[in-house]
């Protein structure tokens, strides 16, 4: 059931191009094409083994996953945050730590606060942010557009956080997704390290062969969008 690595280098070169659909708030839900690619996205690690799991299984069909990170992790799992880059996931930007949803911060400092945490580990960052429970207020939204971002949302999740089945939650992601689908799935619980997403990682087998028997190829959020994933542009 490995998908082989030539088919993405393929998907690499095709998708070129930038093809999405930017909504009125700026955010981005899946791209706006028929070609069979989709991404797989993870929140709210890196969460330890969890995360580790979730790349490795990925990493055993072939596929690099889009890891939205809150960013403070990357600076306690240094080693994790490096693996995922070295094996060719995509980190991305959730926030710095995953305020609650209430958060009375104008400014919305979480974003800069995140891209500075990239850049000081890698001299670059991301350019896509997803907000906290995918909540976009127009201080979020001022944040986003000061920094240069694009907000990525989603168009497939089935609840995975609290699902405990995995054949189930499988089974709700393989129903909805399409073409161009954003699968939203979670390593982690708001940064949380040690949280439970065994479900999740249980999950993810049958949802990669399912991908591969509708003919839908995962690639990272990058390769689907045809947007660098990084920039060295950290404001
Ligand atoms: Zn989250």
């Not at 929140?43 to 990493?59: C, I, K, P």
């Not at 069909?61 to 992790?73: C, I, K």
């Not at 800069?112 to 997803?130: D, K």
């Not at 028997?213 to 994933?229: C, F, K, Q, S, Y």
Request: include cysteine; aromatic fraction near 8%.
């Amino acid at each position: 059931m490995r998908i082989a690595l030539a088919a993405v280098a393929v998907a690499l070169l095709t998708v070129a191009g930038g093809r999405f659909l930017l909504r009125a708030d700026a955010s981005i839900t899946h791209a706006a094409d028929t070609r069979p690619f989709v991404a797989i996205t993870f929140d709210d690690g890196l969460n330890g083994e969890t995360t580790r799991a979730a790349a490795e299984t990925l990493e055993r069909y072939g596929v690099p996953g889009t890891f939205f990170v809150v960013a403070h992790t990357i600076t306690e799992q240094p080693e994790l945050a490096q693996r995922l880059r070295d094996r060719g996931h995509l980190l991305a930007n959730h926030s710095y730590d995953h305020p609650r949803a209430g958060n009375t911060d104008l400014r919305y400092t979480q974003v800069s606060r995140a891209q500075a945490t990239f850049f000081g580990a890698y001299g670059e960052c991301p350019t896509f942010f997803r907000p906290p429970w995918g909540v976009q207020t127009r201080f979020v939204n001022a944040a986003v557009k000061r920094a240069g971002m694009l907000t990525v949302l989603w168009d497939d999740e089935a609840d995975d956080w609290e699902e405990k089945d995995a054949q189930r939650l499988a089974a709700h992601i393989l129903e909805q997704v399409r073409p161009g689908s954003v699968i939203l799935l979670h390593d982690g619980e708001d940064g949380i390290l040690g949280a439970d997403r065994s479900t999740t990682v249980a999950a993810l087998p049958a949802i990669l062969e399912g991908l591969q028997a509708r003919g839908l190829t995962p690639v990272r959020l990058d390769t689907l969008l045809g947007i660098p994933g990084y920039t060295k542009d950290c404001g």
